[in-house]
């Protein structure tokens, strides 16, 4: 509204100062280089306009010109991202569907276009799972691992697969480390819980309890400081 209002006023004032110079006629000579102009004023304000008109319409090109480069690689990126979270809602909805064949073809997909999203290693994840290669799902884990971004995710899948092989061992190591990384992850901290009472070591036992509970009561304090209750 505000723009709509300026251009008003501007086209309002152009209009009054063409008028103004209508009634007030006069001639301009220009002497340049043995060349002799002789106009009038009217004439010589629309030349004007008219030249400046050309030089911002030139301007503008010559900026497009020169962004051009950064324009497209923006369009192509935009363009990649767009497929990729296509790919990567088709891909995990044929893994809920159970289509094996659909979610190996989306996963290629989304590692093709954008390997390093966090969404992607999850659906290459449990494509892998759903089409029974533990390999695959474990390599596609622990590059979950890795990345801050993604560790506890990652290391939630490893301690999955540890515990399907039956390997009890990595297992536990992979909830100690998700603990370590996160206290307040309950199925870390209830399998950290369970591995140290089988095997009899109570003392680590009630300190992952402890743990557990100074997490806990961290986080309902900062809940109630983000939403403090009314007296």
Same mark, same amino acid.
């Given at each position: 509204?505000?723009?709509?209002?300026?251009?008003?006023?501007?086209?309002?004032?152009?209009?009054?100062?063409?008028?103004?110079?209508?009634?007030?006629?006069?001639?301009?000579?220009?002497?340049?280089?043995?060349?002799?102009?002789?106009?009038?004023?009217?004439?010589?304000?629309?030349?004007?306009?008219?030249?400046?008109?050309?030089?911002?319409?030139?301007?503008?090109?010559?900026?497009?010109?020169?962004?051009?480069?950064?324009?497209?690689?923006?369009?192509?990126?935009?363009?990649?991202?767009?497929?990729?979270? #296509?790919?990567?809602?088709?891909?995990?909805? /044929?893994?809920? !569907? $159970? @289509?094996?064949? &659909? =979610?190996? *073809?989306?996963?290629?997909?989304?590692?093709?276009?954008?390997?390093?999203?966090?969404? #992607?290693?999850?659906?290459?994840?449990?494509? /892998?799972?759903? !089409? $029974? @290669?533990?390999? &695959? =799902?474990? *390599?596609?884990?622990?590059?979950?691992?890795?990345?801050?971004?993604?560790?506890?995710?990652?290391?939630?899948?490893?301690?999955?697969? /540890?515990?399907?092989?039956? @390997?009890?061992?990595? =297992?536990?190591?992979?909830?100690?480390?998700?603990?370590?990384?996160?206290?307040?992850?309950?199925?870390?901290?209830?399998?950290?819980?369970?591995?140290?009472?089988?095997?009899? @070591?109570?003392?680590? =036992?009630?300190?992952?309890?402890?743990?557990?509970?100074?997490?806990?009561?961290?986080?309902?304090?900062?809940?109630?400081?983000?939403?403090?209750?009314?007296?």
């Amino acid at each position: 509204m505000i723009r709509v209002v300026f251009f008003l006023i501007v086209v309002g004032a152009l209009s009054l100062a063409m008028a103004w110079i209508a009634d007030r006629p006069g001639d301009v000579l220009i002497t340049w280089q043995g060349l002799r102009i002789e106009t009038s004023v009217l004439v010589l304000g629309a030349a004007i306009l008219v030249l400046v008109a050309l030089l911002l319409a030139l301007w503008s090109l010559l900026r497009a010109v020169w962004r051009s480069p950064t324009l497209f690689a923006n369009l192509r990126r935009n363009r990649r991202g767009v497929r990729a979270y #296509a790919a990567i809602s088709n891909g995990l909805v /044929a893994v809920g !569907s $159970g @289509d094996i064949a &659909a =979610a190996r *073809r989306h996963a290629a997909e989304v590692n093709r276009i954008a390997p390093d999203e966090p969404l #992607a290693l999850l659906l290459a994840a449990q494509a /892998a799972q759903l !089409s $029974g @290669d533990p390999h &695959a =799902a474990d *390599r596609a884990f622990r590059n979950m691992a890795s990345r801050p971004n993604t560790k506890t995710l990652g290391l939630h899948g490893l301690y999955v697969e /540890a515990r399907r092989r039956d @390997d009890h061992t990595s =297992a536990r190591a992979y909830a100690e480390e998700a603990v370590r990384t996160a206290p307040a992850l309950t199925w870390a901290g209830r399998a950290v819980l369970e591995f140290r009472c089988a095997t009899g @070591d109570w003392a680590g =036992a009630l300190a992952a309890v402890d743990r557990f509970v100074e997490s806990a009561l961290g986080a309902l304090e900062q809940l109630q400081r983000a939403l403090p209750i009314a007296a």
